[in-house]
């Protein structure tokens, strides 16, 4: 049982003991700035830049050779990172690639496992996923000639802020052939019992893949436990790879010989991919799945954030993120309550992700004043302010000043500057 006090002290306290605190110096935070943004887009550190800024080093000096240098060895960098992000979801490092998008990677896993009959057709998908998940899901339903509203079966939550694991294993009857979820709800932070889905949909011989956008990076996950058939994830949240950086894809390894539904050359075996044949011959792990050349400016930067998670432990962050989240939920109860805040987030740490979901009917105009003030969080519509204290570089002071502030906005009605239309990026 955690035992908090209200006090500043007992915040600087607690960064004292904090075991990550270095951490924090190794980033890009903006002076005045309390950045609780990192569940959308994490901050820069030093250590990503410096794989960067190498890179581009190796470009200059070495022209067309950083694919096959050997002091360089772009050729097999996907290799490498896959090597690195493994640990993160315990899985083999032959399981997992890094490419493209975490839509396209969604794509490419329905394209390979979406395999419907006539008698087993349909999708499981929950309502309260991040939609690029679903406009896959429906594309894909279309390319193979079904509607939407026949094949994609939506599972609606019970209170729309949390998914219900069994009414998912109620819906998994004898026509349907795949289910997609994610791993943490990004609105309200809540972690799904992958293992406890993934056991009844292999029980039943569907197909079960998962987002791990809003946890990986937070949220230490056992895939050889879970053994998922596929899933996804982007890099630019938790892991800190920079705006848009290159996504990640595992593939779990009794597909191997399935092969990817979407090929590409650079998913060819290595041996003869220079043979340059017209005949696909797909790698026999989960590099099958690359495709296009890959961007190595894109991927660099992921390998200074990873080398930096090996570094500090992914149950170190893990420990960290739940008490911190805990923390700010205890000034939440003690101080902000009688303002009119909540959070929608799960108490249970075997259900919460890295964010706490602050919630407030005036929640847009709050959100503006708050960035008025120097705090970056993010709004989602209707009520929603997520904060993410980012282990890495959010502290235990950082928190108690941002409710602090909060408190301020709410007491000299600040807010009340600020319209409540809310902007294109919200």
Avoid at 134 to 146: E, F, I, P
Avoid at 183 to 193: A, F
Avoid at 232 to 239: A, E, F, H, I, Q
Avoid at 330 to 347: A, H, M, V
Wanted: aromatic share 12%; hydrophobic share 35%; charged share 25%.
């Amino acid at each position: 049982m955690r035992k908090f006090e209200t006090s500043k002290q007992f915040a600087i306290d607690m960064d004292n003991k904090d075991p990550l605190r270095s951490f924090k110096e190794r980033f890009y935070v903006k002076p005045g700035t309390i950045y609780m943004d990192g569940n959308s887009l994490g901050l820069c550190s030093r250590d990503a830049e410096r794989y960067l800024l190498e890179a581009l080093e190796n470009w200059k000096t070495h022209g067309i050779d950083v694919w096959s240098h050997p002091d360089v060895n772009y050729f097999l960098y996907q290799d490498k990172l896959g090597e690195l992000t493994a640990p993160l979801i315990n899985a083999k490092p032959s399981e997992v690639t890094i490419c493209t998008n975490t839509t396209i990677n969604i794509h490419k896993a329905l394209a390979t496992f979406y395999r419907p009959t006539k008698e087993r057709y349909k999708i499981i998908v929950d309502d309260l996923n991040f939609p690029t998940d679903r406009y896959a899901v429906d594309s894909q339903v279309k390319l193979h000639g079904y509607s939407v509203e026949d094949a994609v079966r939506v599972v609606r939550s019970r209170d729309g802020k949390n998914i219900f694991e069994d009414d998912m294993i109620e819906a998994m009857t004898d026509d349907v052939c795949l289910i997609l979820l994610p791993s943490v709800l990004y609105r309200s932070s809540y972690l799904v019992d992958m293992k406890k889905i993934a056991d009844a949909a292999r029980a039943k011989g569907i197909y079960v893949g998962f987002d791990l956008s809003h946890s990986i990076g937070s949220v230490p996950h056992d895939f050889s436990r879970i053994q998922p058939d596929f899933a996804v994830w982007c890099s630019y949240k938790y892991l800190n790879g920079g705006p848009g950086a290159i996504a990640g894809l595992y593939i779990n390894e009794k597909h191997f010989k399935l092969g990817p539904g979407l090929a590409g050359w650079h998913g060819n075996k290595k041996e003869t991919q220079f043979d340059l044949n017209q005949t696909f011959e797909p790698s026999e792990y989960a590099g099958a799945w690359q495709t296009g050349t890959q961007p190595i400016f894109s991927m660099a930067p992921i390998e200074g954030s990873l080398r930096m998670f090996a570094e500090a432990g992914l149950e170190n962050i893990r420990a960290k993120s739940l008490n911190i989240t805990a923390y700010l939920m205890y000034l939440i109860d003690e101080k902000l309550r009688k303002y009119g805040f909540s959070y929608g987030n799960p108490t249970d740490d075997e259900r919460r992700g890295g964010h706490v979901a602050l919630e407030h009917d005036d929640a847009i105009r709050i959100n503006k004043a708050l960035k008025g003030r120097g705090v970056v969080p993010d709004f989602r519509y209707p009520n929603v302010i997520r904060l993410a204290p980012i282990a890495f570089y959010v502290s235990y002071e950082d928190v108690f000043n941002l409710v602090d502030i909060i408190i301020d906005i709410m007491e000299t009605k600040e807010y009340e500057k600020y319209d409540g239309n809310r902007g294109t990026v919200a």
